[in-house]
């Protein structure tokens, strides 16, 4: 067993926080090919309103597999290796194939309600949507495997997994799903044979999981996540929703902003990443005893809070100077008007995201539930909608 990180200094986790955070920069290159390629976006009604659930679905399920991991290896129920590795390792695993369909037939099935009453599209477009989403999120399964290499690399290395993977990992997962999400639906609306290239990678999906599912309906461990975990993608499921929703209205807001939109991705990831960074620490000590589980207790965690807050506010500083300088509109005044909106952004964000964090993880450990099945899943895409929202706010506000 490994307490590596847990009793750091506020400058060490700060140090750590940072270097993890400085992966978000990455994210600008999601932002910039969604600001790029808004044409491929606009080819249906449901396409931009859709991508917030992919990348929070892909966030919310590597939040899962890295906070899960970063316990297990701390407490030595899981190896930082792949192969003879233990039983938790590969149940964990498979699960996580699992719910990868099962939360993206429940992300596309809700997408159909919120479409129909938000984004003008009826129940014909219901195939279409599911096939895209199946297939991005198979393309997606292979950032499990680098997760999981993560996990183990850094562990082996004497870091923390619950402070640098989920923020290394959320910013690779969204520039690497954002690459998939626009290449499935390029091949889906602009190839003659792009439609049946898809349904074909969904329904391999499909059937892997159908491989799956028989193998493990009686293990103990394999269930538990299952179950734990799909009532919280049923929950994500919604918001993420909610999320494409204010997208759609962000997006009619600065149309002839690049500068927001290539920013976004990484507001979303960097929001997440402090709750992430609260909620893993959280989960850990708490596992090992280092925390009593009662939100008075927060106060005994305020090295963990205040690093992350003070991390993420570094790191929006320098955002907004890259977001302008990559769409060439950086200039004196646009630099107090744009750091204005994000600083706002901010703070209505990162209040509500280490207040969901917290008590998600304390409320979950006192109801005898793994707080890993839930803490990172629903704080991270509570972080998309909570950020949209305070990013439309920010936006009304300074304008």
Partial sequence: MSHA?????????????????????GGLLAGFMVASQLGVFLLSPWAIAVYPAIVSAKGV????????????LHLGTIYPRFFKNTHNFYKLFEAIIVINLATSVAMGSIAMVFGSLFWGITLADFPAILSVVLATMAFGLLISLVTIKVAFVTFKRGLDPDIVVYPIMSTAADILITLFYVGVISLFFLSFWGRWIIAAVALAFGFLVLYILPR???????????????????????????TGTVLKQISYFVADRKEVLTVYPALIDMIG???????????????????????SSMRNHSKNIFSAWSSS???????????LAINNVLSFNSFLNLLSILLIANVIAVTA????SYSISILT?????DPDNFVVPIESSFADSVTSIALLVALLLVG
């Fill in 5 to 25: 990180g847990i009793s750091k200094s506020f400058a060490g986790i700060f140090k750590e926080t940072s270097l993890a955070y400085f992966f978000d920069i």
């Fill in 61 to 72: 399920i590597g939040g899962l597999l890295s906070g899960r991991l970063g316990t297990a």
């Fill in 216 to 242: 493990n309906m009686h293990d103990a461990d394999f269930v538990k996540t299952i179950k734990e975990s799909m009532t919280t993608m049923l929950l994500v499921a919604f918001i993420v929703n909610v």
């Fill in 273 to 295: 990443d402090v709750g992430s960074v609260v909620g893993s620490t959280a989960t850990t000590k708490l596992a090992l005893g280092l925390l009593s589980p009662s939100l």
């Fill in 313 to 323: 506010l570094i790191m929006f500083v320098i955002l907004t100077i890259l977001s």
């Fill in 353 to 356: 995201i280490v207040l969901v």
């Fill in 365 to 369: 450990f006192k109801r005898g539930l």
